[in-house]
């Protein structure tokens, strides 16, 4: 489903308890910069082939939110579509994964670092900065989108239900902190709308004072309660 002209969102075929309707896979990029896949799922050829279709074979790049097996193992074979090949990027799982979450990238993201897609145009860029964001996976990483106000949650905050923290990998109290963290990114850098890895998109914020920010901030003082 074509979101913006430079953003489709292709949900894999694994719904579920766990996963909603399915892992959404998002493409951001245009023909001019390559595109960027944030989590290809799981290891679905079909699933692949779409995403591979969608970016014409041109991904620069492969990022995964974190190690879980619905978001993290369709990185390896979707990379060996392409020539050439794509860097897998991420967070390496932490030694508290469990078994079916392990994941090492071909190179480990910087809290902050920003991933540039740019074109000949002269407004083709696209510039997704990373956050770290621990709490339902040790590994967990959110995207900011800055050019369109964007947020790629992950599971760390999901449209239709609250995320699920698993310890040890999982940590409650770093949920929280790092959902203080996504708010203040939120308002810092005004977004609109919150992009899940399962569900639908969040937000339509009219202004600052009803954004991202007040989504997050509202998740927090529910699983604030819960502890
Ligand atoms: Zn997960």
């Known amino acids: 489903m074509a979101l913006l002209k430079n953003l489709l969102r292709l949900t894999a075929p694994n719904p579920g308890a766990m996963t909603g309707p399915g892992t959404n896979s998002y493409l951001v990029g245009d023909a001019d910069t390559g595109y960027a896949v944030i989590d290809p799922g799981p290891a679905d050829p079909q699933h692949l082939e ?12 492969i990022v995964c939110t974190h190690s879980h097996p619905d978001h993290s193992p369709g990185a390896a074979p979707l990379q060996a579509m392409c020539h050439p090949r794509p860097p897998i990027l991420g967070l390496p799982s932490a030694p508290s994964a469990r078994s079916h979450s392990q994941f090492v990238p071909d ?8 991933l540039c897609l ?16 621990p709490g339902h996976a040790a590994n967990h990483l959110c995207l900011l989108l800055l050019e369109d106000g964007l947020l790629f949650s992950g599971d760390h905050i999901l449209s239709a239900s609250t995320t699920v923290i698993d310890p040890p ?17 939120c308002s810092e850098h005004r977004i609109g709308f919150i992009l899940p890895a399962h569900g639908h998109v969040i937000g339509g914020f009219a202004d600052e004072a009803t954004d991202g920010r007040a989504r997050s901030a509202s998740i927090r003082r529910r699983r604030s309660r819960w502890r």
């Open 107 to 114: 190179r480990a993201l910087q809290e902050g670092e920003r």
């Open 50 to 61: 779409k995403l591979w279709r969608a970016a014409a074979g041109d991904i620069r790049m």
């Open 169 to 185: 990998d999982g940590d409650m109290t770093a949920y929280l902190a790092s959902l203080d963290r996504l708010s203040a990114a």
């Open 118 to 133: 740019a074109g000949t145009g002269a407004d083709a860029r696209h510039t997704l900065q990373v956050m770290h964001t």
